[in-house]
């Protein structure tokens, strides 16, 4: 999730066949998502959730090196599944949320979910680059939802501090027209500080 930025049903849809390593630059192919039906359980929808969220992502280095190094040691399963059961069949992402919760736990990062992923992959890409590459990398149509749900804001404003130095100098005579503004805004309920 984290070298992708995917939807957790997205990541456990993926099959083999999904994946191109050999490739100079290794590519994954988000095509399909788990959905859950009443009394058939999870099976893979050959569709993501939106156009937009079918997309081909180049693979950094960290996961391509994952990824080789769990094919080696993967069963065989019926679905092709990179990420199977024990039992060959997809796994629940109830079952890896619950797993994830456990784990994060133990390791003091209660406050990470599978979601914060995608938040992290967004917002890195829109620093490196732009929201519009991050929005793509997510599979949105829209920059919009990136931004406004995926993009984390920064928590400092940037220092404007040489520009608010001048509402704190003392005035001038001249600037006797401006002092008496201020004093104004101060009898509104402004405050000059």
Known sequence: ???????????????????????E???????????FIKGQGFFRQP?????AGYRRVVLPRFAVGMLMARKLTA?????????????????SPNNVRRQWRQARTEAD???VTPHTFRKTVATLIKEETDT??????L????EEITD?????????????????????????????????TMHTDDKLGCRTT
């Open 1 to 23: 999730m984290l070298a992708t930025g995917a939807r957790i049903g997205e990541i456990l849809a993926l099959r083999w066949e999904d994946l191109d390593l050999a490739a």
């Open 25 to 35: 630059r290794p590519t994954l192919t988000i095509c399909g998502t788990l959905v």
């Open 47 to 51: 569709w993501t959730k939106s156009d």
């Open 75 to 91: 069963a065989d399963n019926p679905h092709d599944a990179i990420f199977a059961s024990r039992r060959g069949t997809w796994l």
């Open 109 to 111: 990062l209660d406050w």
């Open 132 to 137: 519009r590459s991050a929005a793509a990398q």
């Open 139 to 142: 599979g949105h149509s829209s």
């Open 148 to 180: 406004t749900y995926y993009i984390a804001k920064p928590v400092q404003a940037p220092d404007v501090s040489g520009i608010l130095e001048r509402l704190g100098s003392h005035p001038s005579t001249k600037d006797h027209h401006q002092d008496k």
